[in-house]
């Protein structure tokens, strides 16, 4: 394939004037990295990377599990992970240093925080990094593997019920998960001057971009949400945290017909079908980043751009190609519905959940890809 014929294909399929796309095109050909190097390569100049990650997508849990060993060699010893209770923290610890795994104890944890998160990789995160410790001298620091959040408390909370700072300070005793969670990377890493790599969900791995919320008091009807988890912490250490997005559909606009749209307005997919699909690491500060994105992210700018929602991006494959996370089928073994039905976390995300059976259908539905990116699959 010609480079003259590359860019023809570029310049009509990527619906962006030619210079523009070609400036995009030239750029990754140039600086785009493999995604493990790119990850390692931020941490020259940053003691937190967030990785914003679409929960339960196989393919960006084995390639943070692949990175244990390449983490630890460039010095950074944590990884922090939201799904994980703090007061869990020392059993985490020591199954880390255990002579032999046990997957019971994972699965133990993972309950202990999520009764309904019986996605496999989550777990295996735990078994990738004791099985990098096992081979570590002995008396070598280990690789710490850091829980984030704390046991919420659902019980009192129902379907359709209205939320309050009443109802919602008795879930979450401890505050926000936002707050508590920067604090416990405050106290965990930066005062000991360590670093580390946070995978967690999107909206909560923003740092410099404020999320724009529908305010019909406020002027031009839209607001703004400061308080995520890199929100605080970039607030307080501008020049020691970065936010990195792994490939993901964006929510929508709302009135728009549909859940989700394709990044940058499909050209992320676009240029990487160009160039034979990646995977690739590569910067927004750049002219990938200069792409226009129309997703719900932008209801307060109508000029908006991927380089104001993140510092990086990372492409592992297409989205038609990302699988979903495995169902454990043993995670439920043993277990009293009536406890798991106290503390289903947060109704309305899941609906009513009559039965362990209608739980189990919708953890499924869940990681079934083709039925969640139904929106961003039909467009390419």
Same mark, same amino acid.
């Given at each position: ?148 959040? *704390? ?28 707050? *508590? ?200």
């Amino acid at each position: 394939m010609t480079k003259i014929w590359l860019l023809a294909l570029l310049f009509a399929i990527v619906n962006v004037p030619r210079v523009y796309a070609e400036d995009a095109l030239t750029y990754l050909n140039r600086n785009g990295v493999d995604p493990e190097s790119y990850i390692i390569q931020k941490f020259d100049r940053s003691d937190v990377v967030l990785l914003a990650e679409d929960h339960a997508v196989q393919n960006n849990l084995l390639f943070v599990q692949g990175l244990i060993p390449k983490l630890y060699d460039a010095g950074v010893r944590n990884l922090g992970m939201e799904f994980g209770a703090w007061e869990d923290q020392e059993t985490l610890d020591a199954l880390l240093s255990a002579p032999a795994y046990d997957p019971q104890a994972a699965r133990d944890l993972m309950y202990s925080y999520n009764v309904a998160w019986p996605y496999r990789e989550y777990q295996d995160m735990y078994r990738a990094a004791w099985a990098f410790n096992r081979g570590l001298p002995e008396g070598a620091e280990p690789f710490r593997i850091l829980n984030l959040s *704390y046991r919420y408390d659902w019980r009192h909370f129902g379907v359709g019920d209205a939320r309050t700072p009443e109802n919602m300070n008795a879930v979450f005793a401890k505050g926000t998960p936002d707050m *508590y969670r920067a604090e416990v990377i405050e106290r965990e890493v930066l005062e000991k001057n360590q670093k580390i790599l946070v995978l967690t969900g999107t909206v909560h791995a923003f740092s410099r971009f404020e999320m724009p919320v529908f305010n019909s008091w406020s002027d031009h009807f839209c607001d703004v949400v400061t308080w995520t988890l890199g929100n605080r912490l970039f607030q307080k250490y501008p020049d020691r945290v970065l936010s990195i997005a792994l490939h993901q559909p964006f929510p929508a606009r709302a009135n728009s017909g549909r859940r989700l749209v394709s990044p940058a307005n499909g050209k992320i997919e676009r240029l990487m079908h160009a160039l034979g699909g990646g995977p690739m690491g590569f910067d927004l500060d750049s002219p990938v980043g200069a792409l226009t994105d129309s997703s719900s992210y932008s209801i307060c700018d109508a000029g908006f751009t991927l380089r104001k929602l993140f510092d990086g991006y990372i492409y592992l494959a297409p989205l038609a190609d990302l699988e979903g996370a495995t169902v454990d089928p043993e995670f439920f073994t043993g277990r009293d519905w009536k406890d798991i039905r106290q503390q289903l976390p947060d109704p309305d995300f899941r609906g009513e959940t009559g039965s362990l059976d209608a739980l189990k259908k919708h953890i499924h539905d869940y990681v079934n890809l083709k039925w969640r990116y139904a929106d961003v699959l039909s467009e390419h």
